[in-house]
């Protein structure tokens, strides 16, 4: 090679080293794109751990939760005919979370240790859960009850408290990732703080909103709020945001559920005004009907098609108001005017304060009370409003008002 330079001319020697120069450059080229390549797959790869594993984890969850949930009902239920069923689903659960079990461990982003941990308080669970249900099969109720509270309910509570440690791993690995769990009666703070759950169902004001309609209580929801939310410092959960519903697919459909129709739209700008995400069960945003007693088909039917009401219309416009206002998403709660068949109340955030006013009678009302500025917008439906004299309610009426500065 070095002979064959010596005996080439400049040109002819300038022509050879950018050659040279230019194959070196392409396979460098080359091999950086097989480089990126590589680290971008493994990136890809990571990220779709990450994604699987979070997803696992949420899986685990709600299985372990239908499985409890079923065993529970189980030893309630007096109808021996149904054990089969429930006894089916806990069997058929607890397989799934072997399933997602080893789909953390095999994304390898889960220490294998606590993956172990893991699998070993689901094992102790599952088996004092089958032991629990042989008890019930056998009749003995009274006993089944006695090892639920002895034996299973700290079982559970070891296999959540391993749970929280392998969220944290998850969470980490993506931050976006959502979790809400279904809880009937007591603390919700239980499953939802900063090491489990982000939200949970607000039971306690599902009640409450219907009742308080049927029963022309304003009161009754109200206090509901002001206990969870309210200004105070000892209330429940400030600043947290539970799943708020009129119904779902376990109770009757609230169109079903109301003494007067006319409330139903009411009834959803409560839910899209209180502090809370609120969640529209399928087929009732055009007031589906079905009632608890006539069993889950009716309960979640399978519609041909959607349909589209003034209801709908109605809710769509709730929907848009909440989206782009920063106080119904994020503010305070402070009650501003309540009888009976009217309530007002306030949602103030940092830079935004929402009146959220109902009439629930059938006739209008004159609501006197000091809104703070002048004049407001209506979120729902973009009309302006003036406090001055008194601010006047027609029957069976619901307004976002956005207050000025």
């Known amino acids: 090679m070095l002979e064959r330079l010596n005996h080439m001319k400049m040109k002819n020697k300038l022509n050879f080293g950018y050659r040279v120069v230019i194959g070196l450059m392409i396979i460098s080229a080359i091999f950086s794109m097989i480089g990126m390549g590589i680290i971008y797959g493994s990136l890809q790869n990571y990220a779709n751990g990450a994604q699987r594993a979070d997803t696992a984890v949420r899986n685990c969850r709600i299985n372990i939760n239908i499985a409890a949930r079923n065993i529970r009902e189980m030893l309630l239920n007096e109808d021996e005919s149904t054990y089969n069923n429930y006894k089916a689903v806990v069997e058929q659960r607890l397989l799934d979370v072997s399933v997602e079990l080893q789909a953390i461990r095999d994304t390898g982003l889960v220490d294998q240790g606590l993956c172990q941990q893991y699998a070993d308080a689901l094992d102790k669970w599952g088996n004092i859960g089958y032991k629990i249900i042989n008890e019930v099969e056998a009749g003995n109720k009274d006993k089944a009850?006695?090892?639920?509270?002895?034996?299973?309910?700290p079982a559970l509570e070891e296999v959540v408290n391993v749970s929280e440690k392998i969220n944290q791993i998850t969470d980490g690995l993506k931050e976006d990732f959502f979790l809400v769990g279904e809880m009937l009666h007591g603390d919700y703070n239980r499953l939802m703080n900063d090491s489990m759950l982000h939200s949970a169902t607000n039971?306690?004001?599902?009640?409450?909103?219907?009742?308080?309609?049927?029963s022309m209580n304003m009161f009754e929801i109200v206090h509901s709020l002001l206990r969870q939310f309210g200004p105070e410092n000892w209330t429940l959960y400030k600043g947290k945001h539970?799943?708020?519903?009129?119904?779902?697919?376990?109770v009757s459909r609230v169109a079903s559920i109301l003494n007067n129709e006319k409330h139903l739209p009411l009834i959803y700008a409560m839910a899209f005004g209180m502090p809370g995400i609120?969640?529209?069960?399928?087929?009732?945003?055009?007031?589906?009907?079905?009632?608890k007693s006539q069993g889950d088909p009716a309960l979640r039917q399978s519609f041909e098609e959607p349909q589209w009401t003034e209801l709908t219309e109605w809710i769509s416009a709730l929907s848009a108001a909440k989206k782009q206002s920063e106080a119904l998403n994020y503010g305070a709660f402070r009650s501003v005017l309540l009888t009976n068949r009217q309530c007002i109340f306030e949602r103030r955030a940092e830079?935004?304060?929402?009146?959220?006013?109902?009439n629930a009678d059938e006739n209008d009302f004159t609501?006197?009370?000091?809104?703070?500025?002048?004049?407001?917008?209506?979120?729902?439906?973009g009309?302006?409003?003036?406090?001055?004299?008194?601010?006047?309610?027609?029957?069976?009426s619901a307004y976002y008002w956005k207050m000025e500065r």
Do not use: Q
């Open 145 to 153: 009850f006695e090892e639920i509270m002895r034996e299973c309910v």
């Open 203 to 214: 039971y306690e004001c599902y009640k409450g909103l219907h009742s308080s309609f049927n």
């Open 242 to 250: 539970l799943l708020s519903f009129v119904d779902n697919h376990d």
């Open 278 to 291: 609120p969640c529209v069960y399928y087929g009732s945003e055009w007031g589906a009907k079905a009632l």
């Open 351 to 358: 830079h935004e304060r929402v009146l959220v006013a109902i």
């Open 367 to 381: 609501a006197h009370f000091d809104a703070g500025c002048g004049r407001a917008v209506d979120l729902i439906s």
């Open 383 to 396: 009309k302006e409003h003036d406090f001055g004299g008194g601010s006047v309610l027609p029957a069976y």
